[in-house]
């Protein structure tokens, strides 16, 4: 669906942006941007659409470009605020009122994206593509009379659109009125007998009824088209558990999880077939895989407990059936089984408590069996052990809230500390700029090619580090000490840490020359690189991974900090001989954050962010540690900002926030 209305979206926008007044450089930026666009390359494209506004703040076809490669970079928020900029400069932009309003409905703000789709459509009733994104949007809003009209309004203009009558089959399956959704299904294959998306809601219909032979003919052909599509495994492998073939359900399962390694449901589903037919210790890694994806689903302690009963464990057992009703304190039947492994375990007070507790649960239960709102969970005579449909990942449906990936706190890290290093010159980052005059007078005055300010890891050979570090020894001897070699062999033995002896070498270099900040700044990273070695070794915290950056500790569980008070206080130091040097702010901040202080890195990146508008890293860190602090929507347009300055890493946080558009 998406990939459509982005097609529509882009062709139309390439014919109408260039004016016969335009400037050379305007159109030129506007057609290398349109290429990346074309290319798929949307990271560059935004970089070279940034020169382009640079140049010219109110091209709103640039604001609007740049949005689109947002939205394909999964960046939502970054989107629609790029749409929002195209809207101020040209309130009677169309396309953009279109493609915010679809931004605006994947981040689930259906209200004001109707509102746009209304914009968009009074000013040009004449296209189809708003009435089909409108007409998605009413769907998943469930205001499905409504989703028919529109793609009733897109089907007049266009009627070779396949995925337009399956929304409009999914629209009147809703609606109950299951011959017009098979008219719809059947449509869109022959519109597009290549599509499996029209096999696969057909079959989905025809196994909902229970006409398993003709949902998997349809799901057969769905995979012929596509062998890579995940719904046609899927859905084949249900078919294959309800006509009670579990080989080859097992198969299909196996083969969703090739194609999609997190697919809680696929792992879900796999556990219950091996379950049942009696591979308890592979049932029993399945569960634990989901735990690990989805730590807040009740149903998987629920089963895994009743594994771990066949496996003759009935410790993790309880313990599994007490993660189930911390999760769902109404969930009786966790209370009933807990009893009876209670009573086995000759715990005669806790089995009797349950059993009491089931029974009230049990008699509240049957006082609100007119309630609709009272969960399924409490019901003693509900079977856990059935497949879940693919659409109960959406629906929430026995499941709660079951995801398909594990928490995006996992993936994220903050960008490490900043450091004058040795690096060859081509393989510096492609961020904004930040020129200070005073930082590059002091990279001339040490006399080192390779010497510059990043974050990054030297890409010089160990080797070469060291013969450069035995020729500084070497001049030491040969010469008067000079805070300039001093600080040279200083960060050669930090890059082959020698932590100490390079701390050592920094102070003898501050003692000749104790007014230059950029001394105090690479002898605090290195003192915070010696704890971040200690700590790699100390077993009694680490034991997830050992990171190259202290900065990296923020992610990890455990409530043990570090103390970084040397490496701040030069920090300190470097700011106050120094206070336009934003990278000494951004330093302290990370420390501060891997202290545990968020707030006081908050003000630290922002103060960086204050000095250089530009510093991409800054705004990556600022946002991570938002989201840490549970702002999540700031943190996103931060970690968005920065993409838009050339972080690649930002793209793939925003992509667990992003929400699905299916």
């Given amino acids: 669906m998406r990939r459509y209305i982005i097609a529509i979206l882009l062709c139309a926008t390439l014919l109408w942006f260039h004016d016969a007044h335009a400037q050379y450089n ?70 953009a009122y279109t493609y915010r309003a679809i931004a605006r409905s994947r981040l689930g703000n259906y209200d004001d994206a109707l509102k746009d789709f209304r914009e968009a459509i009074e000013l040009r009733p004449d296209l189809p593509g708003p009435y089909y994104s409108r007409g998605v949007t009413r769907l998943l809003n469930q205001q499905f009379e409504e989703a ?18 399956i929304c409009r089959g999914l629209s009147y399956l809703n609606l109950k009125d299951t011959v017009r959704a098979y008219e719809n299904f059947n449509t869109a294959i022959r519109t597009n007998r290549e599509n499996p998306n029209g096999y696969n809601r057909r079959g989905a219909l025809y196994m909902q009824q229970e006409r398993n032979k003709e949902a998997e003919e349809d799901f057969n052909k769905a995979i012929a088209c596509d062998s890579t599509y995940v719904l046609s495994f899927f859905n084949r492998a249900m078919v294959y558990s309800s006509t009670h073939r579990p080989t080859q359900a097992l198969r299909d399962f196996t083969r969703v999880i090739e194609l999609d390694s997190t697919n809680s449901l696929a792992y879900f589903n796999r556990a219950m077939l091996r379950a049942q037919v009696g591979d308890y210790n592979r049932a029993l890694d399945d569960y634990n895989k989901v735990a690990l994806y989805s730590p807040n689903n009740v149903l ?38 807990r009893g009876r492994l209670r009573e086995l375990l000759r715990d005669t007070r806790g089995a009797k408590s349950d059993r009491e507790t089931a029974q009230k649960k049990i008699a509240a239960y049957r006082a609100r069996l007119n309630d609709s709102t009272y969960s399924i969970y409490a019901d003693t005579t509900q079977k856990f052990d059935r497949l ?56 001339h005055s040490i006399g080192n090619r390779y010497l510059t300010l990043s974050w ?54 501050i003692d000749l020359n104790p007014t230059n900040p950029f001394l105090y700044l690479n002898r605090s990273t290195t003192r915070a690189e010696m704890i971040d070695f200690i700590s790699s070794i100390d077993n009694s915290y680490q034991q997830i991974t050992i990171d190259s950056d202290p900065a990296n500790r923020l992610n990890n569980n455990s409530k043990r900090t570090y103390n970084y008070d040397e490496a701040i206080a030069d920090l300190n130091k470097a700011i106050k001989l120094f206070p ?33 508008p530009s510093f991409a890293e800054a705004y990556y860190n600022r946002g991570v540690i938002q989201i840490f602090m549970k702002d999540t929507r ?29």
């Avoid at 560059?44 to 709103?60: C, G, K, P, V």
């Avoid at 013969?467 to 000490?481: A, G, H």
């Avoid at 838009?644 to 890493?649: A, D, K, V, Y």
């Fill in 26 to 95: 305007k159109e030129y930026f506007f057609w290398v941007g349109q290429r990346c666009m074309m290319d798929n390359n949307y990271q560059e494209a935004i970089r070279t659409l940034n020169t382009l506004l640079r140049f010219d703040e109110d091209a709103y076809e640039g604001y609007f470009l740049r949005g689109i490669a947002k939205y394909n970079l999964d960046d939502l928020m970054g989107a629609e605020a790029d749409f929002s900029t195209a809207i101020e400069k040209n309130p009677v932009y169309t396309q």
């Fill in 456 to 509: 990054k890891q030297s890409d010089l050979a160990a080797d070469s580090l060291v013969v450069m570090d035995k020729d500084y020894v070497q001049q030491l001897r040969d010469n008067p000490p000079s805070w300039q070699l001093l600080f040279a062999r200083g960060v050669t033995q930090s890059l082959i840490k020698q932590y100490t002896n390079s701390v050592n070498t920094y102070s003898q270099a």
């Fill in 148 to 165: 028919v009209e529109d793609f009733d309004m897109f089907i007049r203009q266009e009627n070779k659109v396949a995925d337009a009558y």
């Fill in 580 to 612: 336009q040097f934003a990278h000494a702010y951004y330093n302290r901040a990370n420390l501060k954050a891997s202290s545990g202080a968020l707030p006081e890195a908050f003000e630290d990146y922002s103060k960086a962010i204050e000095l250089n």
């Fill in 300 to 337: 998987v302690y629920y089963n895994r407990a009743n594994v771990h009963s066949y496996l003759g464990d009935l410790h993790k057992a309880v313990e599994d059936y007490t993660a189930a009703i911390r999760l769902y304190p109404d969930f009786a039947n966790a209370y009933i089984y």
């Fill in 388 to 443: 879940l449909s693919f659409d109960s990942k959406f629906s929430g449906k026995n499941f709660d809230n079951i995801a398909a990936h594990s928490d995006a706190h996992d993936q994220m890290r903050l960008l490490p500390l900043f450091k004058f290093t040795l690096m060859q010159p081509d393989s510096l980052p492609r961020t904004a700029t930040y020129h200070l005059q005073r930082v590059e007078d002091f990279r």
């Fill in 634 to 662: 700031k943190g996103c347009l931060d970690i968005s900002k920065a993409g838009e300055l050339g972080i690649g890493e930002a793209y793939e946080i925003l992509k667990q926030y992003a929400q699905t558009d299916n």
